[in-house]
């Protein structure tokens, strides 16, 4: 079994990461994933959110791996959230529910507050400390990898699985930050802003239901990359692990 | 990604998603106005939720009805509703902490 465990800072408010997680399909970096489906939606008694989805993202096997290893180059992925507006976190976790022999990639992400912070006011020629939220989240990204092959390929696939993920996480980031900057724009205009992303989405021409199956063209902003990631959890293992051809 | 599993799907997922993504933006709205909302009691939690949940159901409650019938259908059709029931058995995000 191989561990991954990456921090890092967001200099937006915790709601707006929050909003850019669950708003981030479609973007151009996640080309290889074909469907996304809420398969069910609760709130608590305490008021958190937990859903579940169901995502089918496409990969493609490394030129090493044996023929037949894998019977399709799809795989289905599960991701349970919760988002506690309170206590102003949200986890996720993501897994993949076939293929799971041959390799399995579980992935938690935690978006927190970056902690509060204070300013100083000068109020009627006092100075007077005041509480403001803080701007920035910080995500905390683990992940599990295993394969069960066996062999004698289980390392040599868990280590590839590794280094897969290590090398697209920031390019993951760049995912968010593209839908950040989305988002901060969208609260520029007048309109709701969870209709103006819904209506970005319907327009957005580099949606995958232009790219045919076996091919992965670039995307509209010009970037030519190998593989495709996701801004963030579970799609991201499989771009990054298999990568795209 | 803009597509359901089942492409018969696909729209009623639109549908759903934009009633959510909206609710969602007000959802979020106690973190965005307080600066410190870890002091909130718990019955002013369950009041917030019950209302919040209230605002869901009308407003989303009918298309989510039919976009998750329709899902449901396409998951049995596929075949992954054992692999699903599994996998979710081992949730453990089920309860908040």
């Known amino acids: ?245 | 990604m803009a597509h359901s599993l089942s492409p018969e799907c696909t729209p009623l997922k639109h549908e759903y998603d934009a009633c959510f993504n909206t609710w969602f933006e007000g959802y979020l709205e106690p973190a965005i106005a307080n600066a410190n909302t870890k002091g909130h009691s718990q019955s002013q939690r369950i009041d917030y939720s019950k209302l919040k949940k209230e605002e869901y159901d009308r407003k989303c409650g009918s298309i989510w009805a039919k976009y998750k019938d329709c899902v449901q259908k396409a998951v049995t059709e596929k075949g992954l509703g054992e692999l699903l029931s599994q996998a979710r058995q081992e949730n453990p995000l089920r309860e908040p902490p």
Not at chain 1, 59 to 76: K, T, V
Not at chain 1, 113 to 120: A, E, K, P, T
Not at chain 1, 184 to 198: D, E, H, K, N, V
Request: hydrophobic share 35%; glycine share 6%.
């Open chain 1, 1 to 245: 079994m191989k561990f991954f465990s990456q921090s890092f800072l967001y200099d937006d408010p915790w709601s707006i990461v929050s909003l850019a997680f669950f708003l981030r399909y479609p973007n151009p970096y996640a080309a290889h994933v074909i469907s996304c489906d809420v398969i069910d939606r609760h709130q608590t008694e305490s008021g958190s959110l937990l859903t579940t989805r169901l995502i089918l993202k496409r990969g493609a096997l490394p030129r090493w791996a044996p023929q037949g290893i894998i019977s399709r180059a799809e795989s289905w992925v599960i991701e349970e959230s919760e988002v506690d507006p309170f206590g102003k976190f949200v986890r996720c976790r993501t897994k993949n529910l076939d293929h799971v022999k041959v390799m399995q990639v579980e992935e938690t992400q935690l978006f927190e507050q970056n902690g509060d912070g204070y300013v100083s006011l000068i109020l009627h020629r006092r100075v007077a400390l005041t509480a403001v939220p803080s701007s920035r989240t910080v995500q905390t990204t683990e992940a599990y990898i295993t394969s069960k092959f066996g062999w004698g390929m289980t390392k040599r696939i868990e280590s590839h699985g590794l280094a897969r993920f290590k090398a697209h996480v920031q390019r993951s980031r760049q995912g968010v930050s593209l839908i950040l900057d989305l988002i901060r724009q969208a609260r520029l205009q007048p309109m709701a802003l969870g209709s103006y992303i819904t209506h970005l989405h319907s327009e957005r021409s580099f949606a995958s239901s232009d790219t045919p199956a076996s091919s992965h063209s670039p995307d509209n902003a010009g970037h030519t990359p190998e593989e495709y990631s996701s801004p963030t959890t579970e799609n991201t293992w499989l771009g990054k692990i298999w990568g795209s051809r």
